[in-house]
C-alpha cells in the first residue's frame, strides 16, 4: 500500500533504481523493472510506476527499446554496443525473430496483463507490421505454446538432481512457483486436462514421474502424481494475476483490502456461525498457502510409502 504521497514514492523509486544503475546492479543494455514489476515490486499503483520510468527516461539513463523493454544507455544516450538498437521503424520482418517475438509477447503479458496481448500490440513493440509475425509464429495457440516453454524454461531444473523423491519434487514445484510469481498471467493459460506440448512443461511431468518412481511408483500412478502436484502450484498461482489486476485497480494490496472488510467480517460472524473464522487474525498469503499445500501433498506421499512398506514387509 502506498503510504506516502505518490510524487514522493516515485521519485523515491527511481532513486533506488538510479542507486541499481550507478552501482553496477543494471548495467548498460539491461532492462530495467517494468511498470508492472515496479508495482509487484514496491506495492505501487500503475500509474506511480509509469512515472517512475518516466522519471529516468527524462534524466538519460533509460531508453526504451523495441523488444526488450526499457534499457539502461550508456552516458552518451547509446544503448549498450551490439545490443538492442533504437531507431526509425523497421522494414517489414527486419531484425524479427520467433525468439524476439515470443518474448515480446511475454513483456507485453509481464507489463499489461495477459488481456493486453494481441499480435497486433507485439507489432507494435517490435516496431513491424502485424502480418510480419505470422512468418514465426502461425496463430495465438501457437504462440501460447512458445511462451509457456519460454517461461518455464527460465528456471531449469538442477543437474544432478537432489537426493530423495521428496526434495527432488520441492525442487520442481518451487522453480514452477518461482515461473508464476514472475509471470503472473502463466497459470490461466496451462491446462492439466488438454496439456500444451511444451518441453520445458513436460520436463516438470517427467522428473516428477522419475522422482516417485524410483520409490516404487508405477508409472500411472506416478503420473497422476505429477499432475497433483503440478496442479496445486497452478491452482494456487491462478490467483497472482487476479490479485495484481486488484492492487491495480484498487491503488491497494490485499492486506490493507482486508482491513477495510472489518466491518464487514464483524457483521457476517456475529452470532458466532463462522467461529473459526473469526478468529483468524489475518489471511494467509500466497506464498504461505502454497507451501503449506506443498508440505500437506508431500506428507501425504510419505505416509502412503510407509504404509506400502508395513504391508509388503
Known amino acids: 500500500m502506498e503510504t506516502s504521497t505518490p510524487r514522493a514514492r516515485y521519485l523515491a523509486i527511481a532513486e533506488e533504481i538510479r542507486h541499481r544503475i550507478a552501482t553496477g546492479r543494471l548495467r548498460v543494455g539491461d532492462r530495467v523493472p517494468s511498470a508492472r514489476q515496479?508495482?509487484?515490486?514496491?506495492?505501487?499503483?500503475?500509474?506511480?510506476?509509469?512515472?517512475?520510468?518516466?522519471a529516468l527516461r527524462e534524466s538519460g539513463l533509460v531508453r526504451p527499446v523495441p523488444g526488450s523493454g526499457t534499457v539502461v544507455v550508456a552516458r552518451d544516450g547509446a544503448p549498450a554496443g551490439g545490443r538492442?538498437?533504437?531507431?526509425?521503424?523497421?522494414?517489414r520482418g527486419a531484425e524479427t525473430s520467433r525468439e524476439h517475438v515470443v518474448r515480446t509477447a511475454i513483456a507485453v503479458a509481464d507489463d499489461e496483463g495477459f488481456a493486453a496481448l494481441s499480435m497486433r500490440r507485439i507489432a507494435t513493440r517490435l516496431g513491424v507490421a502485424t502480418m510480419s509475425l505470422y512468418r514465426h509464429v502461425r496463430g495465438r495457440d501457437e504462440l501460447f505454446l512458445a511462451m509457456i516453454d519460454e517461461a518455464l524454461g527460465e528456471e531449469p531444473l538442477p543437474d544432478p538432481p537432489p537426493p530423495g523423491w521428496r526434495a527432488q519434487i520441492e525442487v520442481s514445484a518451487r522453480l514452477q512457483w518461482t515461473v508464476y510469481r514472475r509471470h503472473q498471467w502463466l497459470a490461466r493459460i496451462i491446462s492439466l486436462t488438454r496439456p500444451l506440448l511444451a518441453p520445458n512443461a513436460m520436463a516438470h511431468t517427467e522428473w516428477i514421474m522419475r522422482a516417485v518412481g524410483a520409490a516404487g511408483v508405477a508409472d500411472e500412478p506416478a503420473l497422476a502424481i505429477a499432475m497433483t502436484v503440478t496442479g496445486h502450484v497452478q491452482g494456487t498461482a491462478v490467483n497472482l494475476e487476479a490479485e495484481w489486476e486488484a492492487r491495480r485497480d484498487s491503488g491497494i494490496d490485499n492486506v490493507?483490502?482486508?482491513?477495510?472488510?472489518?466491518?464487514?467480517?464483524?457483521?457476517?460472524?456475529?452470532g458466532g456461525r463462522f467461529p473459526l473464522l473469526a478468529r483468524v487474525a489475518a489471511q494467509p498469503d500466497l506464498d504461505t498457502t502454497f507451501e503449506h499445500g506443498l508440505?500437506?501433498?508431500?506428507?501425504g506421499l510419505a505416509a502412503g510409502y510407509a504404509r506400502q512398506d508395513r504391508t509388503t514387509s
Open 84 to 91: 538492442a538498437r533504437v531507431g526509425p521503424r523497421r522494414e
Open 38 to 54: 515496479i508495482s509487484r515490486e514496491w506495492g505501487v499503483a500503475i500509474a506511480t510506476a509509469t512515472r517512475v520510468l518516466a
Open 295 to 299: 508440505a500437506l501433498m508431500l506428507d
Open 256 to 270: 490493507a483490502w482486508m482491513s477495510t472488510q472489518d466491518s464487514r467480517l464483524a457483521s457476517v460472524t456475529r
